[in-house]
């Protein structure tokens, strides 16, 4: 548990992680969402990029700029995050409703607390989960390009639904 500890037991790093299974792929976007410092979200990134949890592709809209995009690796996160999440809910919220529902996509049954779909008792990979809002945002929601994306439904890993900050 230490060894992984070293990679991924940073609060930053998890919620990176998080943004990225949602869809964030620039450095603004995760900026934004966040409200990291720079250079904490700079570092981290580099950390996890190091580590092969994310890879750097350069971004077709602009050249010098980078996108982040989840590996083989990373994907290994999804389980764990969302363990931890679910986690978060139950003993966490402070009784707050969840804002989002996690799917199966090929069946459209929810996943349980440890990512397993009830119906066809498997784990599925993080691109075949749907990540769908429960209730439209309260007044003072976020409007940041994470925030707004997170409004509609779409697969884990798929870029965010509508347009996404061009930042680097």
Known sequence: ????????????????????????????????????????????????????LLERRPDPEHGRRQLYEVTDKGKTLWPPLYALRTWGEAYAADDREPRRMFTHADCGEPLDPTARCAECGVIPEPQDVMVIPMEAPGEGARTDPVAMGLREPHRLLDPLPGKQTTGD
């Open 1 to 52: 548990m230490a060894r992984a500890l070293e990679v991924v037991g940073e609060r930053w790093t998890l919620l990176i992680m998080r943004d990225a299974f949602y869809g964030a792929r620039r450095f603004n976007d995760f900026s934004a969402h966040l409200d990291a410092p720079r250079s904490v979200l700079s570092a981290r990134l580099t950390a996890l990029a190091d580590a092969g």
